[in-house]
T-cell receptor, first 113, second 115 residues
Framework: LAKITQPISMDSYEGQEVNITCSHNNIATNDYITWYQQFPSQGPRFIIQGYKTKVTNEVASLFIPADRKSSTLSLPRVSLSDTAVYYCLVGDGVTDSWGKLQFGAGTQVVVTP | NAGVTQTPKFRILKIGQSMTLQCTQDMNHNYMYWYRQDPGMGLKLIYYSVGAGITDKGEVPNGYNVSRSTTEDFPLRLELAAPSQTSVYFC??????????????FGPGTRLTVL
């Protein structure tokens, strides 16, 4: 199983860029890297997914180095509404591996004015 | 679309009692999942299903049972509740294809306390 490590918390000011790095040393060849956002008393919500290099969508970017042993979620110009817990998920969709999907422990991001 | 719905929202059980957590999705997803989230922790997969009639264990299945008789429903059964099962339970679904990982849609969660 991929051991997943991410910072417990990060603080930022509005308008700054926030970068959260997830370490997954034992990532398998078929594993994807996915990030979710969770607000209090809600279920997680998908942000972005990647396999290698860089992926960008309307809310975030995901940077994955060539060795894929880590990944960095980048949130550009955060606002107060980005205060949430961010989870890194490593796993693949091969049928017999679904039970090995692993979420990291989560990073609490607090954005202040 | 309602997405993924879960009932009840809250429940208090006594040790040894049984209950079923209900989960329904209206997105015609083939994959469904049950997770538990302990305070300050990440999510741990309990059981998952790749289609009606097919279920399998996740990382922490002990003390739980599931069934999947329809595409829409994926109930989670606790037979003999224990204090260690105090947690928030999330159901999720996705459209899964073998060899890929697809976005999971989560329900609002059920907060369960076992006393």
């Amino acid at each position: 199983l991929a051991k997943i490590t991410q910072p417990i918390s990060m603080d930022s000011y509005e308008g700054q860029e926030v970068n959260i790095t997830c370490s997954h040393n034992n990532i398998a060849t078929n594993d994807y890297i996915t990030w979710y956002q969770q607000f209090p008393s809600q279920g997680p919500r998908f942000i972005i997914q990647g396999y290698k290099t860089k992926v960008t969508n309307e809310v975030a970017s995901l940077f994955i180095p060539a060795d894929r042993k880590s990944s960095t979620l980048s949130l550009p110009r955060v606002s107060l509404s980005d205060t949430a817990v961010y989870y890194c998920l490593v796993g693949d969709g091969v049928t017999d591996s679904w039970g090995k999907l692993q979420f990291g422990a989560g990073t609490q991001v607090v954005v202040t004015p | 679309n309602a997405g993924v719905t879960q009932t009840p929202k809250f429940r208090i059980l006594k040790i040894g009692q049984s209950m079923t957590l209900q989960c329904t999705q209206d997105m015609n997803h083939n994959y469904m999942y049950w997770y538990r989230q302990d305070p300050g922790m990440g999510l741990k997969l309990i059981y998952y299903s790749v289609g009606a009639g097919i279920t399998d264990k996740g990382e922490v299945p002990n003390g739980y049972n599931v069934s999947r008789s329809t595409t829409e429903d994926f109930p989670l059964r606790l037979e003999l509740a224990a204090p260690s099962q105090t947690s928030v339970y999330f159901c999720a679904s996705s459209w899964g294809l073998e060899g890929t990982y697809n976005e999971q849609f989560f329900g609002p969660g059920t907060r369960l306390t076992v006393l």
